[in-house]
């Protein structure tokens, strides 16, 4: 059917996405009062029958679009999701000064803030604070941000809940790019070290990643993108580079098991401020794009012919998300190894929270920087051993994987 | 009656279950009894070759005159005990491992009716995994026969798990529910794996003594794993007859007499068990038992009373070559057979993916 980036699958959920999309626009176009409801009435109107676009935010008399204009300019925003966004950038603050505390010998939250602050802290609180627990702390946040962003934009793009670097290959194939280079490189026993390490494993990773994804889209194209054959594909293509990772783990005097278990179930240990600071740097970037393209992404939910009546160039707009995405999941994977699902339930969350049509960006970063952060909070404390913080993820993301399977059938309007 | 009902798949279930192509393939040749027996010959002859070169190649290549020497008049050399206590028993792990997830590759594809199955995929690694690995952080170091018996167990939950989740998605189960629900379990068995792991030494140890996917590395003796081996294969070749009824579909299959839960359940018990019981001597091996199938099926049509026995050939073929291949390309190290067909079989599965509209139902 479709022939371009924004593969189209059929079923009816997505007209009811488009509608939502279109009544999600048309509040910035025109002043309709109450936004009219085309999606089709009931039950159906909550987003969890529908995968990726469905209805927008309902709520009675709620007006989900609000249009503030200055002059010529106007700026659209959805007093929901600016709610939410708030209160998520509060729990992350709360996330990030516990996951401080607890990142070893609990330290109370005063001498925390004031470490963060800048502030003397007694003995060697601050140091500790400032060099050994911010690092990891920003790298949480970093990993699970990127992979949020990356996994909206793939979802929204895809049009299938499903779509997420780590089942579409990208965040395995980012992970043996790395792998290859720590392994050529020989730096397999002193970890990231070096500036050909740190700037060549992003690159490979991200090459890889690119290479693992572009793979993926090419094997997938047949008369347009199927979205269940992508996803197929995808997993032949994961299951690929994780056993070339597995191999290249072997082969290289990778000794350091800790090192080994960030690239096969993704670990934020020992991450330290040369790795995370440039990393970090290239991240911010990269939301900011994410964060930009996110009006293109509401766009494209729409069907084809209106979007492209509207004027947006679905092509060249899904191939320049994509490649945000995988950009974004690259990074992530530099810094993280494979974190799993984060990318995966992280945009749904968001998406249900804020009762938007399509996963909003800056939400799922907000939404998969906190679940890093708490899963990797518990992770390392909860137990007697600390465990990487991909166990958790995995162990908490395989049940909505299973519900995603298993979800009730779709109503057709 | 029954002779009938059996032999109407041969023509009619290709469509169903090997896919347009194969299927126009058959119906063009229908193979007969004759044509059907060479290729088990052949196949035969290629796993003896595969059996003969497993003997052959190694760290130090050795002539077939050595092998001879070694296997007939030993005399206690180098060579001599390379062969004999190395490379001997490898070859039998790769013989017995290869014929259990040919067969169990066969049986899954053909009662899932999904071209894309594969024991690997449904969970079944994973699952016998956190069996052990919970049962030996929970109780210390097992016995051999306890060991496997809870890979057993851990298998079949695993498999009984996926089974329960993909017809339970909407629209019934479809070779993607199938294998998404395998990768979901999959990926909650590793993550509870690793986290016991890392917790309990003893568990690690179970485990990478378990889990490096390798025919060179054999815990548990042949002998414990026999009975279950023996059990699942009499159950396979008994249910060939309720596979060919049923690859017509469930309707059919049921006016035609064939007990559908009853062929069900053998059916699954001999997949867990045959898989089980590779996965016991071996530890996972992926993508075997996808690639067998398809192999077997191109030779012999679609008629599982053919199927089954090429498909054990076949794996023993495919499985010693894959870990041969494993010896030679790596040198001076090796590779894991797991890795190879990995390496050999995710493509293979993207190819499935790609040939058709899989997720129509």
Redesign the interface.
Known sequence: MTRNAFASTAGAGHVTGQNAARDAIRGAHSEAAPVPRSGPAGPVADGATVGCVPAAASGAGFRSVRVLRAGPVSLRFRPRELLVAAVLTAALLVAVTVHVALGGTPIPFGQVLAALAGQPVEGGVGLVVTEFRAPRTVAAVLVGACLAAAGAIMQTVARNPLASPDILGVTSGASAGAVAVLVLAGSGAVGVAGLAASVGMPAAAFTAGLAAGVAVYLLAYRRGIDSYRLILVGLGVDGLATALTTWMLTLGDVTNAAQALTWMTGSLNGKDWPLVLPLGAAAAVLLAAAVAAGRWLLLGALDRDTAVAIGLRLGRVGLLSLTLAVLLAAVATVVGGRVVFVALASPQIARLLTGSPVPPVAVSALVGAVFVLVSDAVAANLFATPLPVGVVTAVLGAPYLIYLVMRPPRRTS | MARDVLSVPAAAAPSAIAGDGAGRDADARRPRRGRRLRWLLLAALVALGAVVLSMLVGGRPSTLAEVWHAVVTPTGSVMDVTIRELRWPRTVTGVVVGACLGVAGVLVQGHTRNP?ADPGLLGINQGAALAIVSATAMAGALAPLTQALLAFAGALVAVVAVFL??T????GATP??L???G???S??C???V??IV??DDQALDALRFWQVGSVAVRNGSLEVIAPFLLVGMVLAVANVGALNALSLGEDTARSLGVPVPVARTVGILAITLLAGSAVTHAGPI??AGLLVPHLARALVGADYRWLVPVGAVAGVAVLLLADTAGRVI?RP?E??V??VL??V???F??HL??RR???TT
């Open positions: 894309i989740v993909s339970s998605a909407r629209g993607i529910t294998v998404l629900a990768a979901a379990i990926s909650l590793t993550g509870l690793s986290g890392l917790m992926a993508f790596a190290g590779l894991s797991g890795v990995a390496v079989g995710a493509p599965f993207v993916a790609r509209r899989l997720a």
